[in-house]
């Protein structure tokens, strides 16, 4: 394979454009061309990765294979590609300055002064170009987060300018996506908020190759010929990017405005002649024509805002048509969850999911739609804290171990079902050493886990730093809740059950970070089924 071309994907106007998505999107062509594309994304901010930010303020924290914390869209790259994404995928202001300043301290730069330009602008380019490198890939598409003209994204549009110049007109491609937003009381649509972004991008030296329109409404033929006027863009080289029913639909949008040709033509690319996407669209036609729908409740602490839920949310998309069901979410606030409420805030539950989190807040509401969905035999699947949960609520309500809890929330419980492993208790430092990434697990036999996984070694992907406390196992699995996930390594408990119950599982892994278009996750799979059981039976 000859060296990698680039793609760069830069973005105006505002942010929340869907970037992510259009690189996703793009990507998913070129493979479907036979051509091998990974996806980097690069954010400013200077957290060195987003496994400190809350929820709220970023969305989801997206755990790759290799125990990185990541930025959601790399999510959507390995939802749409189907391959895995490593720490490498993701670089931010704080890893690039991290390093920088490291390596001033070791004498690298000893007697220079280590200034923006060329210091950090280089060492973002050493980034740009370091999956390219490996030989793996044919393309190499980043995404540059955040919006043109914020100050903190300038050196990252420095490093594209000066990226563009190193490799040459053939090997590079910079896509800028803008809006075109539509004026109701002039039933217009307006260019000029993307004649303005992309002349920011010109004074930062950067002439985009193509740009991406989001709109609402379709850009007809004058619309397009003044943005490839005033920005210096060939016409045919200005998509339409029309707000789409769902994410998946997007390729095929991509495809339709020859994204993808654009993209070959630019970049001299070899590639086979149409594109193969027929698993894509055998998945477009089971999620558009469901035969059902089930109500699944998430029960959750940051439920006002989906995107913390984001490969959830996903997960249950890829699932539902898996089943040929529509998936519909009950957001449920844990916090607003009680004993005396919980029958109204969950009817009509075809499944319960409790989900992720940390802290104590909500926590006790969580418990309490652990026990609903426990007695009243409705589909139940709680993912790391959720599985937490599931074991507290059972060590309270059915071995009687009044207050049983997670040291994490309640230090002095009498009863530590769920408490920290031994190499977790010194630790000072919180940014990424909680036990993250890919851990085998071993699935027993005659279990609902084998059942779905049909397989008795698993590999799943983990971001927590409490553990089942195996002092009660022997309780536990007496009483009748089992463990069916084991790491064969150190012993911990992955998976629980309750077989007495019609599906009742809680993984102490994140299997939503695993599930794909091509591949949905089996327990989500297996869920999605139970509910839709359920449903019927009702
Ligand atoms: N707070 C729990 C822990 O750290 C669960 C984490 C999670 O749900 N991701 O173990």
């Given at each position: 394979m000859g060296a990698a071309k680039y793609i760069f994907v830069t973005g105006g106007v505002t942010s929340s454009l869907g970037k992510g998505i259009i690189s996703a999107s793009l990507a998913k062509l070129l493979q479907a061309r036979g051509l091998s594309v990974t996806i980097q994304k690069f954010d400013p901010y200077i957290n060195v990765d987003p496994g400190t930010l809350n929820p709220y303020e970023h969305g989801e924290c997206y755990v790759t294979t290799d125990g990185a914390e990541t930025d959601l869209d790399l999510g959507h790259y390995e939802r749409f590609l189907n391959i895995e994404t490593t720490q490498a995928n993701n670089v931010t202001t704080g890893r690039i300055y991290y390093d920088v300043i490291s390596k001033e301290r070791e004498g690298t730069y000893l007697g220079k002064?280590?200034?923006?330009?060329?210091?950090?602008?280089?060492?973002?380019?050493?980034?740009?170009?370091?999956?390219?490198?490996?030989?793996?890939?044919?393309?190499?598409?980043?995404?540059?987060?955040?919006?043109?003209?914020?100050?903190?994204?300038?050196?990252?549009?420095?490093?594209?300018?000066?990226?563009?110049?190193?490799?040459?007109?053939?090997?590079?491609?910079?896509?800028?996506?803008?809006?075109?937003?539509?004026?109701?009381?002039?039933?217009?649509?307006?260019?000029?908020?993307?004649?303005?972004?992309?002349k920011q991008l010109l004074e930062a030296g950067v002439q985009p190759d193509i740009l991406v329109c989001r709109t609402e409404h379709s850009l007809p033929l004058e619309i397009r010929k003044k943005l490839a006027l005033f920005c210096n863009v060939k016409m045919n080289r200005i998509i339409e990017s029309i707000d789409a029913d769902t994410i998946y639909d997007v390729p095929l949008l991509m495809r339709k405005e020859k994204l993808d040709e654009r993209i070959i033509e630019k970049l001299s690319l070899p590639y086979e002649s149409e594109p193969k996407l027929d698993l894509w669209k055998d998945f477009l036609g089971r999620l558009k024509n469901p035969t059902d729908e089930v109500k699944i409740s998430l029960v959750g602490k940051y439920v006002e805002l989906h995107d913390a839920y984001k490969s959830i949310v996903e997960s249950f998309i890829h699932a539902g048509a898996e089943n040929e069901v529509k998936v519909k979410i009950n957001w449920v606030s844990s916090e607003a969850v009680t004993p005396e409420n919980v029958e109204q805030k969950l009817a009509d539950s075809d499944g319960i999911l409790v989900a992720p989190g940390f802290g104590e807040r909500g926590l006790e509401g969580k418990i309490v739609a652990v026990n609903f969905a426990r007695e009243n035999k409705i589909p139940f699947f709680g993912i790391c804290l959720g599985m937490q949960c599931a074991v507290m609520e059972f060590a309270r309500n059915v071995l009687g171990m009044d207050g049983a809890s997670s040291t994490e929330m309640d230090s002095d419980t009498k009863y530590p079902v769920i408490d920290l492993m031994e190499d977790q208790k010194n630790l000072k430092q919180m940014g990424g050493t909680m036990r993250l990434g890919a851990y085998p697990c071993e699935v027993k036999e005659g279990t609902l886990a084998h059942q779905l996984y049909q397989a008795d070694l698993v590999s799943e992907r983990h971001r927590h730093r409490y553990e089942f406390n195996n002092k009660y196992l022997e309780d536990m699995e007496a009483a009748g809740m089992v463990a069916s996930g084991i790491n064969p390594g150190t012993g911990l408990v992955e998976i629980v059950e309750i077989p007495e119950h019609?599906?009742?599982?809680?993984?102490?892994?994140?299997?939503?970070?695993r599930s794909t278009v091509i591949n949905p996750q089996p327990v989500f799979v297996g869920f999605i089924k139970a509910a839709l059981d359920y449903h019927r039976s009702k």
């Open positions: 002064t280590v200034q923006v330009v060329p210091h950090i602008t280089d060492e973002i380019k050493n980034r740009f170009f370091r999956l390219g490198e490996t030989g793996k890939y044919d393309v190499v598409i980043t995404e540059i987060g955040g919006c043109i003209g914020d100050i903190e994204s300038l050196p990252f549009v420095e490093a594209v300018r000066q990226a563009k110049w190193d490799l040459g007109e053939d090997n590079c491609a910079v896509i800028h996506l803008t809006l075109v937003p539509y004026l109701k009381a002039a039933g217009e649509l307006k260019t000029k908020p993307t004649q303005h972004s992309v019609p599906f009742f599982i809680g993984t102490q892994f994140h299997p939503e970070l």
